[in-house]
């Protein structure tokens, strides 16, 4: 796990880096997307790359985290709306080639299924972006997950419930239940880059990063993938005990080594 803190403007960059130096070494790059606000930067970054540097994502294909339960197909807070919104109606993937779990579907309980088995066969994905909630759930993982989940219905806690209110009208309008790619779906990515940013989040990424690898904070099974980079800024990073040791690390990077 590599853990770099640096100011909030510099991450995004970072992260849009590791997805735009894929996307140059292969055609059809898998990447996979994450909603909430966090990766929205990074976003901002890669369609301005598309803009002014001609950044193609024409051969990519892309798998959403997660989705809610019973939002109506085009609901403006379906995640695969959200996606469309801030990144792939941007850029030049086509749409077809960017899949979310099927939130709406009659057939909730195998949607699960059939969606590690999309990820599959699409050959897996090469580089995923995550953000952390503040209970340290990833996707929709809350405390609680098995480490080895695979795609799957989760209830929400309330405390999600009330972080993610803020998209909606009022809590109530928040549903229940969402579909979140497992623990163990998100381990088999190549690449996992993840960002956090703010006061808030100090907690759940000192206990992802340095706590113990439990069910209690589902993030903390990043610890066992090979290669896993933690982007976060300073208030992010001021529950780490061993903070001043990262930006060492960072500040003495060989030159020759990639994120
Ligand atoms: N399902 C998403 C997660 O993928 C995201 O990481 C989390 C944190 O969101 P934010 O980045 O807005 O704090 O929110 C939601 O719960």
Known sequence: MEVV?????????????????QLRECDDTVLGLATGSSPLPVYAELVRRHRVEG????????????????????HPESYREVIRRELTDL????????????????????AGVRYDAAIRAAGGVDVQLLGIGTDGHVAFNEPGSSLASRTRVKTLTEQTRQDNARFFDSIDDVPHHVLTQGLGTILEARHLVLLATGEHKADAVAAMVEGPVSAFCPASVLQTHPHVTVLLDDAAASGLRLGDYYRHAYAHKPGWQSL
Request: charged fraction near 25%; aromatic fraction near 6%; avoid cysteine.
């Open 5 to 21: 803190i640096r100011p909030a403007d510099e991450l995004a960059v970072l992260a849009a880096d590791a997805v735009a130096r």
């Open 55 to 74: 950044l193609s994502f024409a051969g990519a294909r892309a798998f959403l985290l997660d989705e809610y339960v019973g939002l109506p197909a085009g």
């Open 91 to 110: 850029v030049d993937i086509p749409d077809h080639r960017v899949h979310g779990p099927d939130g709406h579907g009659a057939d909730i309980a195998t």
